[in-house]
């Protein structure tokens, strides 16, 4: 009896641990859950950069009114947004011009830097400060700028 006895708890002992089987199945749905994981966080990313191309477009916006409101005209094309944080060397140059409205020059999430149309293509009556967007080419759909909103992520 002491034979049967010994068979039954080293059984039970052995049922205690998790088989190799049990293990490989764990393991895969955890792996299948870090790749959902994993899936529904890509695009956002993308996304941050065009909200933050946005806010940097608006931030550019006010910072050309105040030079508008200071210098009395805004920077031609030539000038461009250099205008806002070095003294324009070229005509016209502001007579009034005493302070940086911006920092030094700022380059768009995707490394390019941002563009200046004066009068502009989407506001003829005034400016357009826009962003190539990703592709880095101007006048393409992906363009953020200062007629439309940062990109939602079904753009994307």
């Given at each position: 009896m002491k034979s049967t006895a010994f068979v039954r708890s080293s059984r039970?002992?052995?049922?205690?641990?998790?088989?190799?089987?049990?293990?490989?199945?764990?393991?895969t749905i955890i792996a299948l859950l870090?790749?959902?994981a994993m899936n529904s966080l890509t695009g956002v990313g993308e996304t941050a950069k065009g909200q933050k191309a946005a806010a940097d477009?608006?931030?550019?916006?006010?910072?050309?009114?105040?030079?508008?409101?200071?210098?009395?005209?805004?920077?031609?094309?030539?000038?461009?947004?250099?205008?806002?944080?070095?003294?324009p060397t070229a005509e016209p140059i502001?007579?009034?011009?005493?302070?940086?409205?911006?920092?030094?020059?700022?380059?768009?999430?995707?490394?390019?830097?941002y563009q200046y149309v004066i009068p502009g293509k989407h506001h003829p009556e005034s400016f357009d400060v826009f962003s190539m967007g990703p592709d880095g080419l101007p006048?393409?759909?992906?363009?953020?700028?200062n007629w439309k909103d940062a990109p939602s992520s079904s753009n994307q």
């Open positions: 039970r002992a052995f049922r205690r641990g998790f088989t190799l089987m049990e293990m490989i199945i764990v393991l870090v790749a959902l477009i608006s931030a550019f916006k006010t910072a050309l009114l105040a030079y508008q409101l200071q210098c009395g005209s805004m920077p031609t094309n030539e000038q461009g947004l250099k205008a806002l944080w070095a003294r502001p007579s009034h011009w005493s302070a940086q409205f911006s920092d030094e020059q700022a380059l768009d999430p995707w490394g390019h830097p006048n393409t759909a992906d363009d953020i700028g």
